[in-house]
Structures are given as C-alpha cells and as structure tokens.
C-alpha cells in the first residue's frame, strides 16, 4: 500500500484518508492476529473477527469514497 502511494504521488500525510486506510489496515492485522491466534476464549476470538470484519469494510467504504469518515457522506 505505501509503494502503491509513492508511485501515484499520494504521500499517505497528503491525503487523509490514505492516512486512514493504512491504520485501518494496521489495526485490521492486530485484530485479525487477536482472532486467530492471541484471543484466550472463544468469544474474545469471535469478537476481535467480527472487528477485522468491520475494519474491512471501513477500510473498502474509505477506498470508495475517498474520505476517512465515509459515514457522513451518506447523501448520495
């Protein structure tokens, strides 16, 4: 993702919602880890998947409309 930004031009400080896709992608390898290998019980390995899950989706959502907080342009 980084390499994919220096060549396009698009300096992840520059632009804020790469800014934003890049710790979503951060916080998604953290939870997913959390979910697969380092939760204690089933349900704290549950929940941490259904995070990654959502981090996911923020971070495809963030893709699509190019804005870190895609929930407030909801007016299409």
Known sequence: ??????????YPLQSPWLS?????????????????KRGRTRRSRATFGILALACVGYIIWVSLTRTPTPWLVLEY
């Open 1 to 10: 993702g980084i390499s994919l930004a220096a060549m396009s031009g698009q």
């Open 20 to 36: 934003a896709k890049l710790v979503a992608l951060v916080v998604y390898i953290i939870l997913g880890s959390l979910a697969l």
